[in-house]
Structure formats: structure tokens, C-alpha cells
């Protein structure tokens, strides 16, 4: 099973991205808070080091020469330092030369403290030892501790301090602020995404209660940003080109459907009176075929789900009442209808232009299959699906989308004989779109047709 870590929607993908580079933003500032703190750690330790060195360094240099050794052994030193008293400086070769960063620290620090005059050293030695590493401060102590320059030194003060390991998150509330800051930055994220791309949204439902209804269909509002607010104009003005093409669609089929009744009306009354019966009766069943799919093509033209009213109808219910209305026209069927659902299911439609479609649809399967067993199943995501099967030959598979095409009629299934314009499955399709569904045509195994209603509830 394949996973995508990439999201689908326009708003994960953004969300996604800002975040990533969020985060990324958060590590660099952490890294760099973190370079910058054991930084400060190095210089405050380094500073403190060269105090406590020159404190030392005064406390045994202002002591006589025989008794500086003893002064050495009194002085306080942390758990971590160690004061040696030898004739030599630290070894060259066992030792390493400090950065120049750390030397001009250390020495500054001796310096800003303060050796008086008297006990200046002869020499100030910066070195390092050990891995991990110490610093190591050596200071040349001299006998002669009167005026004057120092003479050379006879003995060297050597303090020793191992560096400590940085600790740059010293603050306990430091990962609560960092923690606080990362949710906030990403709250901020996921409510601009959601802010801003709710006009998407907006223009994505503006478009399907278009393609659903393009007469009473509302105008998408023109507000926000500059951008949103010229595709907001170009939509509503292809809405308005829409609208104005069905109308003039529907105004021109209703004006000839208009103007053909009052011909056809007459030349049926003028039928009446031929003298040849069975040419009379030719031409009477021509114009009534004419009437038909004169009606058929003003209500296909019309849409009456345009005008209709959205309210709550029970689906079990409407698909028992088209059943029995079917049956009570053509007893002869009554045995071929049967119903299999639950007994109740509520939905919002336009009644009686879902009856229409559906009417069409049981109508087809008894009149060219001579059966309509109707099976109703509620489905996931707030949907219902309607399958009407009958025994007739069924369609071939390359036929299933042109039998949707108006006027179009398969002559292997429909003829003449049976009547019908090529409508009805024209008309339905179009009123279950309207309601946000959609139709398909299958072959059973065996034999028969399965026409496949899909519906929101």
C-alpha cells in the first residue's frame, strides 16, 4: 500500500510547507543561540578562571620566599583546580598553545584585576592541557619582592582548570519558551492557510451550486484581496453568460414548442375529416408522436428542477409510490417490481423532479426489460445509491455514454414500435446532476441492466 507524505489538499500542501520551513528557521535560531551561549559560557569561565588565578597568584607572591610553599597549601582551590609550586613552566611538549581568543581573554581579565607593582611576575605563561581540555596559567614568582624590576623568577606558579561542559540551556524556562513559541508560530500557520484559502473554498462552492443549478445559483461575493476579487468578477460574469444562454436556450425551445402545437392541433382536426380510414389513422398517430416529442424536447429544454423547491422527502417511500403507479398502469408487470431497502430514509431533493428522473428510470427498465427491481443502500460520506435492474438485453459497453446523448436511441434495444423520443435518460441524468449525483449504466452477468442512481443525502 502506497503512502503519500504529500497532502492532497492546497491547504496541506501550504501548511506543510510553511511549517518545514518554519522548523527549519527554529533549528537555525536554536544553533545559533546555542553557538552564541557557549561562546558566553567560554569567555565567563575563561574570566572567572584568570580571577581566581590572580587572587592565588597575589595571596602566595605577597608571602616570603620560605614561606610559599605553605601559603600554597592553605590557599582555597575549587574541587576542580589544582596549584603546583616548581622551578620550571609547564613542558612545551606536553602542553599546547591556547587559541588567541582565549590568551587575550585570560590576559585582559589579569590585568583588569590588578597585580601591584611590587609582586609583578616575571612572566605569565597561557597554555593547554588534556583532553578534555584544561587551561593552565603558569606565573613566574621571583625572590626579590622589594622595588625595582622583578629579578628573574626562581619559582613558577602553575593553577591548572579543566573546562566545563557547555551547558547553553542553563534556563529552566528556556524549552517552555522555545516550546510555546514553535506551537504559537504553528497555530499562526494553520489559521493563515485556513484564512486565506477560504475564498478558494468559496470559489469551489460557488462553482458546484453552479454546475448543480445555473438559474437560481447566488453570486460569488467580491470582497477580500485584490486578487480574489477579480477571479470573484470573472466568475460571476461567466455565471452571467451561463445563465443567459440557458435562458436564451429555454425562451427559444418553449417559443417553438409554442408555435408547433398550434399547426399540429390543426392538422389533426383536418386529419378528421379524410375520407381513407387507415390514412386518417397513419397521419393521426404521426402528429401525436409529433406532440410527444415536441413535449419531451420544451421539458428537456426547461429543466424543471430550476424552479423547484429543495425540501425533505422520504427516498423509500418516493421509490414504493413510482413502483405501485407503475404497477397500477401495467398489471401485467406487478410480479416483475420489487423493492429491497431500509423503510425509511430522509433526504433534501426537489420532489418532483427526482420522481421525474426516477419515474423515467423505472419506466425504461419495465418497457425495454420487462422488470424493475429497485434496490436502495445507504453508503459512506452522506451518500445513497438506487440500482434499478430489469431482464432485458442490456447495452453494449461502448454504448453506455451516448445512450445519455439527447435524441440518441439504440435500435438493437429501442425501435419505434415502443415509443420514446431518446430523452429519458437524457432528462434523468441531467436532474440527478442537479441534485449533486450522478447515473451509470451496467451490464448484469447474465443477463438485464443496471442503471446505478448515486445520490447525496
Do not use: C
Not at 393 to 408: L, R, S
Amino acid at each position: 500500500m502506497r503512502v503519500s507524505l504529500w497532502p492532497r489538499s492546497l491547504a496541506g500542501r501550504t501548511s506543510l510547507i510553511l511549517l518545514v520551513g518554519f522548523a527549519l528557521i527554529q533549528v537555525l535560531g536554536l544553533l545559533i543561540h546555542t553557538l552564541n551561549q557557549i561562546q558566553l559560557e567560554r569567555i565567563e569561565e575563561e574570566q572567572d578562571f584568570a580571577t581566581r588565578a590572580v587572587i592565588i597568584y597575589r595571596h602566595i607572591a605577597m608571602a616570603s620566599p620560605d614561606q610559599r610553599i605553605a601559603a600554597a597549601a592553605r590557599e582555597p582551590l575549587p574541587d576542580s583546580d589544582s596549584l603546583s609550586l616548581s622551578p620550571f613552566p609547564p613542558s612545551p611538549f606536553t602542553t599546547y598553545a591556547l587559541p588567541l581568543g582565549a590568551r587575550q581573554i585570560i590576559r585582559a581579565s589579569i590585568f583588569a584585576y590588578g597585580i601591584p607593582r611590587s609582586i609583578r611576575p616575571h612572566g605569565i605563561i597561557l597554555r593547554g592541557i588534556g583532553f578534555p581540555p584544561n587551561d593552565v596559567i603558569s606565573f613566574g614568582l621571583s625572590d626579590d619582592t622589594g622595588p625595582g624590576p622583578p629579578s628573574p623568577a626562581t619559582m613558577w606558579l602553575t593553577i591548572t582548570s579543566p573546562l566545563k561542559p557547555p551547558a547553553p540551556w542553563r534556563s529552566p524556562s528556556f524549552a517552555t519558551a522555545f516550546i510555546v513559541m514553535s506551537l504559537l508560530g504553528a497555530s499562526m500557520i494553520f489559521w493563515a492557510v485556513r484564512k486565506l484559502l477560504v475564498p478558494v473554498r468559496t470559489l469551489a462552492e460557488a462553482a458546484e451550486r453552479l454546475g448543480r443549478d445555473v438559474v437560481n445559483a447566488p453570486a460569488l461575493p467580491e470582497t477580500g484581496p485584490s486578487e480574489i476579487v477579480t477571479a470573484a468578477v470573472a466568475f460571476n460574469t461567466m455565471a452571467g453568460r451561463i445563465r443567459r444562454f440557458v435562458e436564451d436556450r429555454t425562451f427559444l425551445l418553449t417559443a417553438i414548442g409554442h408555435d408547433l402545437r398550434t399547426p399540429i392541433t390543426r392538422l389533426k382536426l383536418r386529419a378528421e375529416y379524410m375520407d381513407d380510414e387507415e390514412q386518417r389513422t397513419k397521419m393521426l398517430a404521426d402528429l401525436d408522436e409529433m406532440e410527444a416529442m415536441v413535449a419531451a424536447t420544451i421539458a428537456f429544454g426547461r429543466d424543471v428542477t430550476t424552479s423547484e423547491a429543495v425540501t425533505r422527502i422520504d427516498l423509500p417511500i418516493l421509490l414504493r409510490t413510482i413502483l405501485d403507479e407503475a404497477a397500477d398502469g401495467d398489471p401485467a408487470h406487478g410480479d416483475a417490481l420489487g423493492f429491497a431497502g431500509p423503510e425509511h430514509l430522509a433526504m433534501r431533493a426537489r420532489p418532483l423532479a427526482l420522481k421525474r428522473a426516477l419515474t423515467n428510470l423505472v419506466g425504461n427498465a419495465i418497457k425495454y426489460g420487462d422488470a424493475a427491481r429497485v434496490h436502495l443502500r445507504p453508503q459512506p460520506r452522506d451518500l445513497v445509491q438506487i440500482d434499478i435492474e430489469d431482464n432485458g438485453p442490456g447495452i453494449p459497453t461502448d454504448e453506455m455514454e451516448a445512450a445519455f446523448e439527447p435524441f440518441h436511441r439504440l435500435e438493437t434495444s429501442r425501435n419505434r414500435e415502443t415509443g420514446g423520443s431518446g430523452l429519458g435518460l437524457s432528462i434523468a441524468r441531467n436532474i440527478i446532476r442537479a441534485h449533486g449525483g450522478d447515473i451509470t449504466l451496467h451490464n448484469l452477468p447474465e443477463r438485464g441492466l443496471r442503471v446505478r442512481v448515486s445520490l447525496p443525502v
